[in-house]
Antibody
Framework: QVQLKESGPGLVQPSQTLSLTCTVSGFSLTSNSVHWVRQPPGKGLEWVGA???????DYNSALKSRLSISRDTSKSQVFLKMNSLQTEDTAIYFCTGLFDYWGQGVMVTVSS | DIVMTQSPSSLAVSAGETVTINCKSSQSLLYSGNQKNYLAWYQQKPGQSPKLLIY???TRQSGVPDRFIGSGSGTDFTLTISSVQAEDLAIYYCQQYYDTPYTFGAGTKLELK
């Protein structure tokens, strides 16, 4: 069955770079898109960005200057990199395939 | 960016009631090429990932009970939950996927009266 699992550091210092990995199984990255969605504590969902089946990317307008999404199809992994992190970036980060399959999310706290 | 406005922000209900959640987009989500509305609804329970309930504004995802009904077209959409069950208490989000950046509504929290 389809599974997605996020991994990455739980704590990042302000101004540093966040690196997250979404490892996928049962789901072809070359046939399907993967999206990142984040949720600050107690708040709503925010679309972060996506990598499409062909490898192109789209990003949240407010984040695009700090954000990069890439993938390694041989490892079935999608990567999110966001630099210049601020406390407002504290959130649960989810990866989702087609919005039908979701990882359990990884909590990222930006704090010194 | 397309702005999604949901109302109400919270709703207190009793089991068995029918509830309606509204979602309005700042521009039409109806694509003339296929006559489909690029609007989805999600349910999120505490501590869980969101769950896709409805896509194309009115198509229920496999396994979703038929008491969840999506309707609307263009810029105005509705999620109706008939005969609310205790397990339906959650936060509901609409989302447009007509154009990137995709955007979500702020959510509607369904609570017990």
């Amino acid at each position: 069955q389809v599974q997605l699992k996020e991994s990455g550091p739980g704590l990042v210092q302000p101004s540093q770079t966040l690196s997250l990995t979404c490892t996928v199984s049962g789901f072809s990255l070359t046939s399907n898109s993967v999206h990142w969605v984040r949720q600050p504590p107690g708040k709503g969902l925010e679309w972060v960005g996506a990598i499409w089946s062909g490898g192109s990317t789209d990003y949240n307008s407010a984040l695009k200057s700090r954000l990069s999404i890439s993938r390694d199809t041989s490892k079935s992994q999608v990567f999110l990199k966001m630099n210049s992190l601020q406390t407002e970036d504290t959130a649960i980060y989810f990866c989702t395939g087609l919005f039908d399959y979701w990882g359990q999310g990884v909590m990222v706290t930006v704090s010194s | 960016d397309i702005v999604m406005t949901q109302s109400p922000s919270s709703l207190a209900v009793s089991a068995g009631e029918t509830v309606t959640i509204n979602c309005k987009s700042s521009q039409s989500l109806l694509y003339s090429g296929n006559q489909k509305n690029y609007l989805a609804w999600y349910q999120q329970k505490p501590g869980q990932s969101p769950k896709l309930l409805i896509y194309w504004a009115s198509t229920r995802q496999s396994g979703v009970p038929d008491r969840f009904i999506g309707s609307g077209s263009g810029t105005d959409f509705t999620l109706t939950i008939s005969s609310v069950q205790a397990e339906d208490l959650a936060i509901y989000y609409c989302q447009q996927y007509y154009d990137t950046p995709y955007t979500f509504g702020a959510g509607t929290k369904l609570e017990l009266k």
